[in-house]
């Protein structure tokens, strides 16, 4: 019986194990968290006192157990490609799929002072400590903190969402997306900060670049993720551990998810890309040690959305400000809270915005050409 070792129960970690031993397999599935694998984006929830966090595991312990598969909740500190060992212990095939860590920016003054959401143990932390009146600063305006910003909101908290662009989203929204987006969050009663940037931290406080303080109980950095290369030093690295076309790092060794970067192109930080890589992963290394053909990696193309309660948004295909693209508006415009927009390319359909609803947003995508 092959073994194998998976470094990393995200996503994808937990997606190739279970595919792996299912195929007879013997995989050890190491996490350097002490609770079962558990769907990432539902944190969010579990911090606001909206979802239990036993209630985001992906499977529960016994179908671990019925597999198979070798659970250890201990970090791995050695790992060698070359003699395929994890932690001096010998495998014949080895996937990488250590995810990534939040990005906090170097702001001057206390550090301790910013808080961050990736783990079981930083989410039930913030869930401690909030309670209805407090008041929390938000930095960062993608998926993660306009999320953030409105479960807060949910949880009766004071709420401030601070973006130093322009624009929510990196501005993915168009003009007038983001201006339904804003209606919505204004209704909600999050105050916004757009275009400023934080220069110090305090426990109690934030000052921006132009001087302006503003206090705060709580301060949550929800600015991005990076690929965690901390097992990575002896491995070909950019923005994230490099990969050949089949998502193979070395021979016998893979990666898949937030980590991997295949050739040309970035990672990404998204929970069906790291399932289909971890799918494509396994399988190819399955095959490997069959000493059978493998199979190419080919992006799917996926969704960018994000729905609490009544605020949604939903964006897919080529949505970035492109001078190539006319913008043709879907929606009646009788709600300030709704935007719908194609983008087009003559008449074809290069990628769509919806801003407050998904209304018509599935026959649109059938229409759609990469």
Request: charged content about 20%.
């Amino acid at each position: 019986m092959a073994k194998v070792a998976i470094i990393g129960a995200g996503h994808a970690g937990v997606e190739a194990a279970f595919l792996l031993a299912n195929q007879g397999v013997e995989v050890t599935l190491w996490s350097n968290e002490a609770v079962l694998p558990y769907f990432r984006p539902r944190l969010i929830a579990v911090a606001f006192g909206q979802t239990a966090p036993e209630a985001i595991a992906i499977k529960p312990l016994a179908a671990y157990e019925t597999a198979g598969i070798h659970l250890k909740h201990t970090a791995v500190t050695a790992l060698d490609v070359t003699t395929r060992t994890v932690n001096g212990e010998s495998f014949d095939g080895i996937l990488l799929a250590q995810g990534a860590k939040p990005f906090v920016p170097p702001f001057q003054g206390d550090q301790t002072a910013v808080m961050t959401l990736w783990t079981m143990a930083e989410a039930c932390r913030l869930r401690e400590a909030i309670a209805p009146g407090k008041r929390i600063t938000i930095a960062g305006g993608g998926v993660l903190g306009i999320e953030a910003a409105l479960r807060a909101e949910m949880a009766g908290l004071q709420v401030t969402l601070v973006e130093v662009q322009l624009a929510l989203m990196g501005g993915a929204l168009g003009e007038a997306g983001h201006t339904a987006l804003v209606c919505a969050l204004e209704k909600k009663q999050i105050r916004l900060a757009l275009g400023v940037a934080i220069e110090r931290v305090e426990k109690d406080a934030l000052t921006f670049v132009d001087g302006t303080r503003l206090e705060h109980d709580f301060l949550l950095c929800a600015t991005g993720a990076r690929a965690n290369l901390s097992l990575a030093s002896a491995l070909p690295t950019e923005r994230g551990l490099l990969t050949d076309e089949y998502l193979r790092v070395a021979p016998g060794v893979y990666a898949a998810g937030d980590v991997a970067q295949p050739k040309g192109t970035v990672p990404t930080c998204a929970v069906r890309r790291a399932q289909l890589m971890a799918q494509c992963a396994a399988k190819n290394l399955l095959a490997e040690l069959a000493q059978t053909p493998l199979a190419a990696w080919s992006a799917p193309r996926l969704p960018l959305f994000m729905k609490v309660e009544d605020v949604e948004f939903h964006l897919l295909g080529r949505v970035a400000k492109d001078a190539m693209l006319c913008e043709r508006r879907m929606d009646d415009q009788a709600s300030p809270f709704i935007c719908q927009t194609l983008l087009l390319e003559g008449d074809v359909c290069r990628g769509i915005r919806s801003v407050g609803t998904r209304a018509n947003v599935a026959q649109w995508e059938k229409e759609m050409r990469d």
